[in-house]
């Protein structure tokens, strides 16, 4: 079993940046890769960004690549999506998942709450 707990939403100024954190716990935590995905308004869930806590490289969708950068803490076993240039469009909830096999689909095994983001134009 693994808990997922979202922090760092808010509001901010489009071109602005923001930092979200995802702590994770429970066991065998190195085995899962995270995610970071969001759900924008009207519209369905969709995938942003993964990474394995140990090895590899991260995977974005095009959407967001040069602009979000997905990082991990792996002491503290918390992972970051740092967003930068941010557009209004880009006004959505944002939830972190875990699971063994990473996949830009939506079946992962454990997702957080959710924290939002608002982006003002």
């Known amino acids: 079993q693994v808990q997922l707990v979202e922090s760092g939403g808010g509001l901010v100024q489009a071109g602005g940046s923001l930092r979200l954190s995802c702590a994770a716990s429970?066991?065998?935590?190195?085995?899962?890769?995270m995610g970071w995905f969001r759900r924008a308004p009207g519209k369905e869930r969709e995938f942003l960004a993964y990474i394995r806590w140990t090895v590899g490289s991260a995977r974005y969708t095009d959407s967001v690549k040069g602009r979000f950068t997905i990082a991990r803490d792996n002491p503290n076993h918390t992972v970051y999506l740092l967003m930068d240039s941010l557009k209004p469009e880009d006004t959505a909830v944002y939830y972190c998942?875990?699971?063994?096999?990473?996949?830009?689909?939506?079946?992962?095994?454990?997702w957080g709450q959710g924290t939002q983001v608002t982006v003002s134009s």
């Open positions: 429970g066991r065998s935590l190195s085995t899962y890769a």
């Open positions: 998942a875990a699971d063994s096999v990473p996949t830009t689909r939506l079946n992962w095994a454990y």
